[in-house]
C-alpha cells in the first residue's frame, strides 16, 4: 500500500538549516507529484513546495522561494526538502504527501490540500532560540 514516511525535522536556531526526508513506497514515484506542506498551530496547512515526479519540476510557496530546495531521488523513492535560513515563522509540522502528477507548467500549480491522495504522519520543525 502507499506509504509516506517523513524524517529529519527537530530544533533549530533562526538562521539555521535542516533536511527533510520523504521515503515514499507503494507507488512509482516518477508518475507523481510530491508536495511538502505546513501545518502551524492555529493555522490552515498550506503547501510550501512540490516536484515532479516525471521531469523534476518544481513549486515554491513564495513564503519560503530562495530558502527552501526540494529534490528527489528515483531510485531510491526518496524526496527531500533543504530548508536554509530558517525562520520563527517555518515553525509547523511538515507533511509529504502525493498526488498524480500536475499537467503543464509547475509556474500555475495550486497546491490545494484536497488533491492529495496520500499523507504522511508529519514532522515537527521548531526555530526557536
Known amino acids: 500500500q502507499v506509504q509516506l514516511v517523513e524524517s529529519g525535522g527537530g530544533l533549530v536556531q533562526p538562521g539555521g538549516s535542516l533536511r527533510l526526508s520523504c521515503a515514499a513506497s507503494?507507488?512509482?514515484?516518477?508518475?507523481?507529484?510530491i508536495g511538502w506542506f505546513r501545518q502551524a498551530p492555529g493555522k490552515e496547512r498550506e503547501g510550501v513546495s512540490c516536484?515532479?515526479?516525471?521531469?523534476?519540476?518544481?513549486y515554491y510557496a513564495d513564503s519560503v522561494k530562495g530558502r527552501f530546495t526540494i529534490s528527489r531521488d528515483n531510485d531510491k523513492n526518496m524526496v527531500y526538502l533543504e530548508m536554509n535560513a530558517l525562520e520563527p515563522e517555518d515553525t509547523a509540522v511538515y507533511y509529504c504527501?502525493?498526488?498524480?502528477?500536475?499537467?503543464?507548467?509547475?509556474?500555475?500549480?495550486?497546491?490545494?490540500?484536497?488533491?492529495?491522495?496520500?499523507w504522511g504522519q508529519g514532522t515537527q520543525v521548531t526555530v526557536s532560540s
Open positions: 504527501a502525493t498526488r498524480p502528477d500536475y499537467n503543464g507548467s509547475y509556474d500555475y500549480v495550486k497546491m490545494y490540500t484536497s488533491e492529495y491522495n496520500y
Open positions: 507503494g507507488f512509482t514515484l516518477k508518475f507523481h507529484a
Open positions: 516536484i515532479s515526479g516525471n521531469d523534476g519540476s518544481t
